[in-house]
Nanobody
Framework: QVQLVESGGGLVQAGGSLRLSCAASGRTISSYNMGWFRQAPGKEREFVAEIRWSGDRTDYRDSVKGRFTISRDNAKNTVYLQMNSLKPEDTAVYYC??????????????WGQGTQVTVSS
């Protein structure tokens, strides 16, 4: 079983940048698809970005394309989410998640505790 711990959240002004990190332990993430999700107050959790276990494919929700970049460093067992040109509507708790290779598409059984991102206008 893999454990995930997010970090890097905080308060930033609109137009600013943050880099979230997701440190994994318990298992190497090299055979896991890794994703970032977010949940704003009063809203359902939504998909943000995903990177395949092979690292050769990434997917993003439309509203973050061109602003967010997901990456992975298997040697450090860590996944990152670089967020640029942040907007107030990006304010949410951001969660890291892991999906074992071969598991159903975007069915993530492992989750971190989340990190708060607040973007002020």
């Amino acid at each position: 079983q893999v454990q995930l711990v997010e970090s890097g959240g905080g308060l930033v002004q609109a137009g600013g940048s943050l880099r979230l990190s997701c440190a994994a332990s318990g298992r190497t993430i090299s055979s896991y698809n890794m994703g970032w999700f977010r949940q704003a107050p009063g809203k359902e959790r939504e998909f943000v970005a995903e990177i395949r276990w092979s690292g050769d494919r990434t997917d993003y929700r439309d509203s973050v394309k061109g602003r967010f970049t997901i990456s992975r460093d298997n040697a450090k067992n860590t996944v990152y989410l670089q967020m640029n040109s942040l907007k107030p509507e990006d304010t949410a708790v951001y969660y890291c998640a892991a999906n074992p290779r071969g598991s159903p598409y975007r069915q993530y059984p492992y989750w971190g505790q989340g990190t708060q991102v607040t973007v002020s206008s």
